[in-house]
């Protein structure tokens, strides 16, 4: 069929030409996929505001050769316009936004866990349920899991021996023994890796009764393990850091 429906959340826009952008969004169904807005620039547009960083949307597309077309767009919530104001959070949702991007590099490769997991946390930060840096970490390493990035918290990442153990490795997949442990491990404090595995887990109970100190640590340790995965830097993530 020429003409599609899905959900979406729009992930990033670029500029076209003189009135048009192309729209990249993380759709439930469909995957990653980029869309031309025609005319959205326009003053009059009838939906450009229904199409920016962060809204959640219902959106009809029609199939094209390079880009597909944005022919009709509802709104279902606005997560971008309702944070714009708290530049923490507006930074971690940028944060939360990029990364689901680079974790769904295969065009129209259907990421309806990822999709979901995106949702969900900017619904938690615009609904200010938790700690906004949890918020952001928990999302990190749970599109780790998803992408197969998993890092062990408890027994060694290498030979599987019950831990916990002392050191972290971002080569090694997380948590390794003194045995296997390669040159350049961390040594994090045990709450934090406690901390970690909170939030990869779900349990907010347990991370919302963390300290400082093992927060910034966790924070430091996943930015540091998920760039390493990724091969390159997030540009969000230094934003965040600095605030």
Avoid at 8 to 15: D, G, N, S, V, W
Avoid at 67 to 95: C, H, K, M, P
Avoid at 146 to 170: K, V
């Amino acid at each position: 069929m020429s003409l599609y429906r899905d959900e979406a959340i729009i992930l990033r826009t670029q500029k076209l030409g003189e009135a048009d952008r192309i729209i990249t969004m993380l759709t439930r169904e469909h995957g990653r996929v980029r869309g031309v807005a025609k005319g959205v620039r326009r003053t009059m547009s009838k939906f450009g505001a229904r199409l920016e960083p962060g809204s959640h949307v219902d959106i009809q597309m029609h199939i094209g050769k390079t880009f597909d077309t944005v022919t009709q767009v509802e709104a279902l919530r606005n997560y971008g316009e309702a944070i714009t104001d708290d530049y923490q959070r507006w930074t971690i949702a940028s944060a939360i936004l990029e990364t689901s991007e680079r974790f769904t590099a295969q065009e129209r490769e259907p990421a309806v866990q990822e999709f979901h997991l995106v949702v969900g946390a900017m619904k938690a930060l615009c609904d200010d349920r938790y700690d906004p840096a949890l918020v952001l970490d928990a999302f990190l390493l749970r599109s780790l899991a998803l992408g197969g990035y998993a890092p062990s918290m408890t027994d060694c990442s290498r030979c599987g021996l019950t831990g916990p153990h002392r050191y972290f490795s971002l080569v090694g997949g997380g948590s390794v023994c003194l045995e296997c442990r390669p040159s350049a491990c961390a040594t994090p404090q045990p709450e934090t890796l406690e901390l970690m595995a909170a939030l990869l887990s779900s349990d907010w109970e347990s991370a919302n009764k963390s300290e400082g100190k093992n927060r910034r640590e966790a924070s430091g340790l996943i930015a540091a393990y998920l760039q390493w995965h990724l091969e390159r830097g997030l540009r969000s993530l230094p934003i965040v850091e600095r605030v």
